[in-house]
């Protein structure tokens, strides 16, 4: 048993209250106290009426109201608890016959504190003042309280009902049940309507949970029909949820993606509960209505409301990973064939020489090299093709870019075209991923086709529409890519007799021979000084001489 000041707080019955140790009640101010003199089934009538239509706040107002002036109390009020801050807020507060609005006040050193500590129902008849002189008893000038918990289902505390009066509260274990009955019903609509707070707050946490999810998500009647669509598909298929909610989705998807859409809507509907969802093998096409499209992954689900049967169509569009992931691919190639360079390159990146007739070649080069045109170099084989091109190249405004190289003889012919252009998965035996192209890697630089007499006709043509329109299809895809791309050609043919037999297009030369070079053959030089070494090539003839009756140690390219 607890004792308060002199006051017991015991178990919660209509006779368990805090009830004084001592306390005399004067039989002339009996007519003048709350409680007394009562009648309690007037009283239950008056606050039953005044309630039963109510609920909400609405309740709480009709209940405080009902309750001071069938109780014959000064004031009555129900608060909700808050516990962070040990607080209480009054959702209805009726005080001297008028409300008290917005009425929130700290429960320390008052009576409600030891009806929230306790979780008990508290009786302070009187000299409610000398007990909590620090609170807001001494403002409104208190003088009995009498208050009860309110309690949620697992016990926790989530607010109070109490009566407050300036006179003297007996005790009248009678009405102490009317009030425990009124407590326990406030009780029940506060209860519920913290789950309907939790309910708009899980809905709200939801909603922006979906909202801010990348993937498009529809609701979908049985004709396929747009019945609801959140925001981010507005974004995904660039248009208002106002146009689309009641019109056929049908016609955001490309016709083959339509049929595929129907079938499996009709599949969903045969399934068992439980089992109405199913993730689209191969996604969907999307076209949305500014005319672009894009490919999505998919999930379809059903579910039944009010007899009903609607589908979530979930879209997400991979085109952007899709993207990385092409680029990531493009970049992995690419760093691969550059690992290849440098083994081949061991910094021959010079060529030196005195002759007239490099001198006129190195000429060539520094004119043509600035701008974008076509260039074959034609010449033996030995004579350095490839350092032209990537001189050419390195004085190019592509040399931030790696020269692509291309040997068209190295390459059998029926792997030439994927060399070229690329593919896609499956498009031939043994393809199991998509695989970009040397063109595609030289979108933005310099390609170099090596040995480009060796080129099969019909691949002849193919080339000759990438140097035309500057665009070209992957193996086994449909779809056209354009690139930008620099085309250095290199042959140790000569083509126009390759043109009179019919081995090469004369329409190809032609787009090839824009700018031509021909190297001087190295049988023209009566000493190795016309030949295009490399600095390492020269390097190691200065170490170790093994020329030196050949060439002059200061000079080993004329």
Request: charged share 25%; with cysteine.
């Amino acid at each position: 048993m607890l004792r308060f000041n002199g006051y017991l707080l015991k178990d919660v019955t209509p006779r368990n209250v805090v009830t004084p140790l001592r306390r005399v009640i004067r039989m002339a101010d009996k007519d003048r106290m709350p409680l007394l003199d009562l009648d309690e089934d007037a009283a239950l009538r008056t606050i039953l009426e005044g309630t039963a239509t109510e609920t909400g706040e609405r309740f709480f107002y009709a209940l405080v109201e009902n309750l001071a002036k069938a109780l014959n109390t000064h004031g009555a009020m129900v608060t909700r608890y808050r516990p962070e801050k040990r607080q209480l807020q009054a959702y209805a507060f009726w005080m001297d016959g008028k409300w008290l609005k917005d009425f929130v006040f700290d429960i320390a050193g008052t009576p409600c504190e030891q009806v929230i500590n306790h979780g008990r129902l508290v009786h302070f008849p009187d000299q409610l003042l000398d007990l909590f002189p620090g609170s807001n008893v001494r403002e409104f000038g208190l003088v009995s309280y009498l208050g009860m918990p309110l309690e949620d289902a697992d016990g926790s505390i989530l607010g109070h009902l109490a009566v407050v009066d300036r006179r003297l509260m007996p005790e009248a274990p009678r009405v102490l049940a009317i009030f425990r009955i009124f407590a326990t019903r406030a009780a029940a609509e506060l209860q519920r309507l913290h789950r309907e707070v939790e309910i708009r707050e899980r809905e709200e946490k939801f909603g922006r949970l979906v909202d801010s999810a990348m993937d498009a998500i529809i609701e979908l009647d049985q004709t396929c029909q747009v019945t609801r669509m959140k925001s981010a598909a507005e974004k995904v298929l660039r248009c208002p949820t106002g146009q689309m909610v009641g019109q056929g989705f049908r016609s955001l998807l490309a016709r083959e993606s339509r049929a595929k859409l129907t079938s499996l809507m009709q599949q969903l509907n045969a399934r068992p509960e439980g089992q109405r969802y199913l993730w689209i093998p191969g996604g969907l096409t999307a076209q949305p209505a500014d005319g672009s499209s894009f490919q999505a992954e998919a999930t379809l689900s059903q579910f039944e409301m009010h007899g009903q049967r609607f589908c979530t169509l979930i879209l997400r569009n991979v085109n952007d990973r899709l993207e990385a992931e092409r680029k990531i691919q493009s970049l992995t190639v690419q760093t691969e064939y550059l690992q290849e360079e440098i083994k081949e390159l061991h910094n021959s990146d010079e060529i030196l020489g005195r002759s007239k007739s490099l001198a006129t070649v190195l000429r060539d080069v520094h004119q043509v090299a600035p701008t974008n045109a076509t260039v074959l170099i034609l010449g033996e084989t030995g004579v350095g093709k490839e350092l032209l091109a990537r001189a050419i190249h390195s004085a190019s405004p592509r040399r931030d870019r790696p020269l692509i190289k291309v040997n068209c003889a190295a390459i059998p012919a029926n792997l030439i075209e994927s060399e070229f252009f690329g593919h896609e998965k499956g498009a031939f035996t043994g393809t199991t991923k998509n695989r970009e192209g040397r063109f595609r890697l030289a979108d933005g630089s310099t390609i170099f086709l090596d040995e480009v007499g060796e080129l099969p006709l019909d691949l002849q043509a193919k080339l000759l529409r990438v140097l035309q329109e500057g665009e070209f299809g992957p193996v086994g895809s449909s779809q056209t890519r354009r690139v930008d791309v620099r085309v250095i050609a290199a042959t140790n043919r000569d083509l126009k007799k390759s043109i009179e037999t019919r081995e090469f297009r004369a329409d190809l030369y032609y787009r090839l021979n824009v700018f031509p070079i021909t190297v001087p053959p190295c049988a023209s030089a009566r000493t190795i000084s016309r030949y295009l070494l490399p600095p390492l090539q020269r390097d190691s003839l200065q170490r170790w001489a093994v020329l030196s009756t050949l060439c002059p140690r200061r000079a080993f390219v004329a």
